[in-house]
């Protein structure tokens, strides 16, 4: 297996030294680093290769995509390491890789463009370009290498011998196309058309919208593929809570149950891979990612304070664990994902093979640990692993039948199938990690980051758990330290994991948007006055350099950052959510907790801007009427409690439990511990708010504020009024 950092090729000398080096090489981007060795002379993204192009007069060739994306490693092996192919390319182009989670912002240009092309988008995205202009006249994402290879009419050689004889002969066509493209991108990415800002009548269409779509028996929406950010899990939740209507809860928990049960998580290690390739949650696309896994966190506390079941829990602690155990670099933060593939016995590269079990590895593994026939067998028909197996005769752990149901069948009681499981995980986990692993990119991005923060820090304000908070905290500073610059804006990626290399890539809207809201969720889990002083800071910088101070809403990139074909504001949530929907309810909070309205009319505006989109295609945004939902119907908590943790008594104990283990989505937090007086000073909803030596907890909602509780009927009642 090659190295984690490096390219996999077959192209080496017999001294085992590369017969290919090109001009990736000093890259800090595994994506790129996997390509620094293949017969391809690549460029990095920039001036540099536009202008040699326009030397050559060639047009540039633009791949983009990703360390753990399957089919990019499939075209590169076919195609960019074949001498051939590479020959032709190098011959009429100029050949550019892009990392797409490095410059999401020119990925988001050309993926509209080859949307506007072929009616669909994916990665690898390849895209031919006229040198001068940076103009788009043809693209496509995975080509297979010649002519009805994978069932193709047209394979890439004979598309690269093509486009470079229509750029010779029949140049003036091309132009026009690329013309005609741009001038189609500008009116597909300008901003929306603004309009009123909506109301709560926007999360009821968004529930109708996932309940017409919705598999009744598998959970998610629509048809396989079946990705979990598909399901606006946390706002079908909330919708329940504030509206007492149960359908977007049980199709939100529903949803939550099958993926736990499914292939998509991994019952050894924790952790959801990308997405589903079947509608029952079986068989994933291997590859873990940070942010898919940060943002179902958040998800699973919902569900386990609206139901108490301790699966969700579980589930939320080993997704956790697996960031924090796989995923944290050196200095604290968090690298981004682990690839789909892995390497076999064999040494052939195959998808999926580190996380799937035959039941002779199973039977093996187990047996030399002590576990006897009935043990056994009973574990490997909870999990489901079969002679035959369930995927390619191998099989993927899942709940074919739930633990309960397995139990019953076994005449076993369920605690005891239980402790046998949790006695059989660390024993396979530690045969897995003597597999070839999956190839990691260990880029840390500053907006990936802000996610997982805020899933390690909910997470350890709802289950009370102060080490998760720590987690947060440690990654907060380590991730600060790395990515702020010195007036104040972040570095998208900042370094590298062993720090030989200083390269970076600026920060864009989600980058200060993410982490942000990361502030502000420790400043809600710790009361630390530091964190809203510094959610305070970045939103500075966004107003300053990537708000659209007249209409409303955030651009991807600064505005003195580089000119692209279009200077995208982005008004869609996808596999994450935009970073419009999230700032948007950055400021809501900002304004509830500093009560400084010149957030909430920047709110407003932001809302406004996005109005008619989200009173026509809510769906799109559904993270933006988290918004909307805090702004109309959002309440203020002010827990006031004892400078000295140890004069809590029982009742105040209990209190908190109800703070923590209710579901509240619509709130802001302030603790106020002793007499704080720079966080009065600061934040006036804790002014006057002292715990007079017992734990009170303050309801405030519309301005106003009840009389302080300090017992948990008290809350519970206060909680339940408008």
Not at 435 to 447: C, Q, S
Not at 606 to 631: K, T, Y
């Amino acid at each position: 297996m090659a190295p984690r950092h490096v390219a996999r090729t077959r192209h080496f000398n017999a001294d085992g030294t590369p017969r290919y080096t090109n001009r990736l090489l000093g890259q800090t981007s595994p994506y790129l680093l996997q390509h620094v060795h293949n017969p391809v002379a690549w460029w990095p993204w920039g001036d540099d290769a536009f202008a040699e192009a326009r030397r050559r007069d060639v047009p540039v060739f633009l791949s983009v995509g990703y360390s753990t994306c399957h089919w990019c490693h499939v075209m590169e092996e076919e195609s960019f390491e074949d001498e051939d192919i590479a020959a032709a390319m190098n011959a009429s182009f100029v050949c550019i890789k892009l990392d797409r989670e490095e410059r999401p912002d020119v990925d988001a240009v050309y993926m509209s463009a080859l949307q506007a092309m072929t009616g669909q988008g994916g990665w690898p995205m390849n895209v031919w370009l006229t040198p001068d202009s940076r103009r788009p006249f043809f693209a496509g994402t995975y080509f297979p290498p010649r002519d009805g290879d994978r069932g193709a009419r047209m394979g890439f050689g004979t598309i690269l011998q093509k486009l470079a004889e229509a750029w010779h002969g029949d140049r003036q066509k091309i132009v026009s196309s690329a013309n005609a493209i741009a001038l189609e991108l500008l009116a597909m990415m300008q901003a929306p058309a603004p309009g009123d800002a909506p109301g709560l009548t926007v999360s009821d269409d968004v529930v109708a919208h996932c309940a017409s779509r919705f598999d009744a028996r598998h959970g998610g929406v629509g048809r396989a593929p079946k990705f979990p950010s598909q399901t606006p899990l946390r706002l079908l939740m909330r919708h329940s809570t504030r509206t007492g209507r149960p359908e977007g809860k049980e199709m939100a928990l529903l949803t939550l149950r099958r993926m736990v049960e499914g292939g998509i998580f991994d019952h050894l290690g924790g952790g959801f891979h990308r997405y589903s390739v079947d509608d029952r949650w079986l068989v994933p696309h291997f590859e873990k990612m940070l942010y898919d896994n940060a943002l179902l966190v958040p998800a699973l506390t919902d569900a386990w304070q609206l139901t108490a079941d301790p699966a969700f829990e579980d589930a939320a602690r080993a997704t956790l664990g697996w960031i924090d155990r796989e995923l944290s670099s050196p200095d604290g933060a968090f690298f981004s994902a682990t690839d789909a593939d892995s390497m076999t016995p064999g040494g052939e590269r195959e998808e999926g093979f580190f996380f799937t079990w035959t039941r002779a590895e199973l039977d093996l593994e187990l047996r030399v640990a002590g576990f006897v026939d009935d043990d056994i067998s009973a574990l490997a028909l909870v999990w489901d692993v079969s002679a035959a197996g369930n995927f390619e005769g191998r099989s993927i752990l899942w709940h074919k039948d739930s633990p309960k149901d397995v139990a019953k069948r076994l005449s076993r009681p369920l605690p005891e199938l239980q402790a046998l499981m949790a006695r059989a995980r660390p024993v396979l986990l530690s045969a897995r990690r003597e597999r070839p692993a999956p190839l990691m990119d260990t880029k840390v991005i500053a907006a990936w980051n802000g996610l997982a923060i805020s899933a390690f820090a909910i997470a350890g304000f709802v289950f009370d758990d102060d080490v998760l908070v720590a987690r947060a905290a440690r990654a907060f500073s380590a991730i600060m330290a790395r990515c702020r610059r010195e007036d104040g804006r972040l570095w998208r990626v900042k370094g590298t994991s062993d720090g030989t290399v200083d390269a970076s890539a600026p920060g864009t809207l989600e980058d200060h948007a993410f982490l942000c809201r990361a502030a502000l969720d420790l400043f809600e889990a710790t009361g630390t006055l530091a964190y809203l002083q510094e959610a305070r800071a970045i939103d500075d910088v966004l107003a300053r350099f990537f708000e659209d101070a007249d209409h409303g809403g955030f651009f991807i990139s600064p505005s003195d950052g580089e000119a692209l074909l279009v200077r995208d504001k982005p008004d869609r949530d996808g596999a994450e959510p935009s970073g419009n929907s999230i700032h948007t309810e950055n400021l809501v909070r900002l304004a509830l907790l500093t009560d400084d309205d010149s957030y909430r009319k920047r709110a407003d505006r932001s809302l406004r801007c996005f109005g008619q989109l989200l009173r026509n295609h809510p769906q799109a945004l559904s993270e933006m009427v988290a918004a909307i939902e805090l702004d109309e119907a959002g309440r203020e908590l002010v827990i006031a409690v004892p400078a000295d943790p140890a004069a809590i008594d029982d009742d105040g104990r209990q209190l908190l439990r109800v703070v923590r283990q209710r579901h509240i989505p619509s709130r802001v937090i302030v603790w106020m511990k002793g007499t704080d007086g720079p966080l009065q000073a600061a934040v006036p909803l804790a002014r006057d708010r002292a715990s007079m030596g017992a734990v009170r907890v303050f309801v405030c909602a519309g301005g106003a504020c009840r009389l302080p509780t300090t017992t948990s009927r008290g809350l519970l009642e206060a909680l339940s009024k408008p």
